[in-house]
């Protein structure tokens, strides 16, 4: 079976605070890999994408290890603001449009 | 742009009932994706198409049915309903894989539905 883990949190860190998350995928074949955050009650957005070189946009950093089959998100300087469930996501196979989903970690930033 | 939309937003069915859940998205994508999203658990496929009149099953379409008449339309189907389908289902659409972003996903607002 092919599936994305990721720890289910929750994640309960104070504001400023630097929060990590991680995430692996048992299907080799995967090409392609992303951070979607989903807040409470809403729909997934795109995050991230993540590539092999490892990539940051602001105060998020995400890296893949392909030989570990391995993911992870940084968040650093938490805000409020950040307080979310982050899901790991990755294509389905080499050159799939199909994307499979991890359960999500939630991430509270408290006061 | 409205995006991908999704009618309605809530619902209650009785067992045995049958409805339609809608959804249309205004990007011109040709990809379109069913998906459920139980309490604590990942998204999971029931059914996507990747263009007008082409439909396939995902990973869990027992209990539905769709159709892809039209680029822009993508209804879901549920033919008499179960209590194990209540749930919180989204529609997404997204660009051709020869695309450099056609991997992300654009989601509509979901639909809640239970059924008693």
């Known amino acids: 079976r092919k599936e994305v883990e990721q720890d289910p949190g929750p994640f309960n860190v104070p504001e400023g605070a630097t929060v990590a998350f991680n995430c692996t995928y048992s299907n080799s074949a995967s090409q392609s890999f992303f951070w979607y955050r989903q807040d409470c009650r809403k729909e997934p957005k795109l995050l991230m994408s993540v590539y092999s070189s490892g990539n940051e946009d602001g105060r998020f950093t995400a890296q893949l290890n392909r030989a570990s089959q391995y993911i992870s998100l940084l968040i650093r300087d938490s805000k409020l603001s950040d307080s979310a469930t982050y899901l790991c996501?990755?294509?389905?196979?080499?050159?799939?449009?199909?994307?499979?989903f991890g359960k999500g970690t939630k991430l509270s930033v408290i006061p | 742009n409205a995006g991908v939309t999704q009618t309605p937003k809530f619902r209650i069915l009785k067992i045995g009932q049958s409805m339609t859940l809608q959804c249309t998205q205004d990007m011109n994508h040709n990809y379109m994706y069913w998906y459920r999203q139980d309490p604590g658990m990942g998204l999971k496929l029931i059914y996507y198409s990747v263009g007008a009149g082409i439909t396939d099953k995902g990973e869990v379409p027992n209990g539905y049915n769709v159709s892809r008449s039209t680029t822009e339309d993508f209804p879901l189907r549920l033919e008499l309903a179960a209590p194990s389908q209540t749930s919180v289902y989204f529609c997404?659409?997204?660009?051709?894989?020869?695309?450099?972003?056609?991997?992300?996903?654009?989601f509509g607002p979901g639909t809640r539905l239970t059924v008693t």
């Open positions: 997404a659409s997204s660009s051709p894989p020869y695309r450099a972003s056609s991997y992300e996903q654009y």
């Open positions: 996501v990755v294509s389905s196979g080499a050159g799939s449009y199909q994307l499979t």
